[in-house]
């Protein structure tokens, strides 16, 4: 299922693919503990990566290809704040929406589990995940996420 040529770069390995940029897993660089895949039944790494893996490509995709990502819900007042300050700032991005906070939590679970970052808005700066909120309006401040626009 994975494709076959990986290339360690830093802490992640990722696919040797022009414009390919997402990891297949980091490793020692996260200081969050993580289950070892030798810990897990061929089974549950199976239904692990077959959940919601839809939602996780859509957002995968929009990473890879824009230069700034809002993942988000619908009603998550936190979402709105970013989307308020990227517009104010005129910033342009993208924003992806995952239902409400009545609908579609597996998909936002799934995200999770895949960003490693357990709430909304997830933002992403050229391929970066920079945070939520509080961490895009600091960004925004510091000038950083600026910055990594015109760096890359
Ligand atoms: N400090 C975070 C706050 C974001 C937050 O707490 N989001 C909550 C909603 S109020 C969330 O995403 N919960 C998970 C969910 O409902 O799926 C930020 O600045 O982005």
């Known amino acids: 299922m994975f494709p076959r040529v990986w290339v360690r770069r830093g802490n992640c390995?990722?696919?040797d693919l022009p414009g390919e940029r997402s990891c297949?897993?980091?490793?020692?660089?996260?200081?969050?503990?993580l289950l070892s895949d030798p810990?897990?039944?061929?089974?549950?790494a199976e239904k692990m990566a077959n959940f919601?893996?839809?939602?996780?490509?859509?957002?995968?995709e929009a990473v890879r290809h824009d230069a700034v990502v809002v993942v988000g819900m619908a009603q998550n007042p936190f979402?709105?704040?970013a989307r308020v300050a990227l517009t104010e700032a005129d910033i342009p991005f993208t924003y992806l929406e995952f239902g409400s906070y009545l609908k579609g939590w597996k998909e936002r679970?799934?995200?999770?589990?895949w960003s490693g970052w357990a709430t909304f808005p997830q933002v992403y700066v050229?391929?970066?995940?920079?945070g939520g909120n509080d961490e895009l309006r600091e960004a925004l401040a510091n000038?950083?996420?600026?910055?990594?626009?015109v760096q890359q």
């Open 79 to 81: 979402v709105k704040k």
């Open 143 to 149: 000038g950083s996420l600026q910055q990594r626009l």
């Open 52 to 60: 919601h893996a839809d939602a996780v490509t859509k957002v995968q």
């Open 109 to 113: 679970l799934a995200i999770k589990l």
């Open 39 to 44: 810990a897990r039944t061929s089974q549950v």
């Open 24 to 33: 297949l897993y980091s490793a020692p660089m996260t200081p969050r503990p």
């Open 13 to 15: 390995r990722t696919r």
């Open 126 to 130: 050229r391929g970066t995940l920079i």
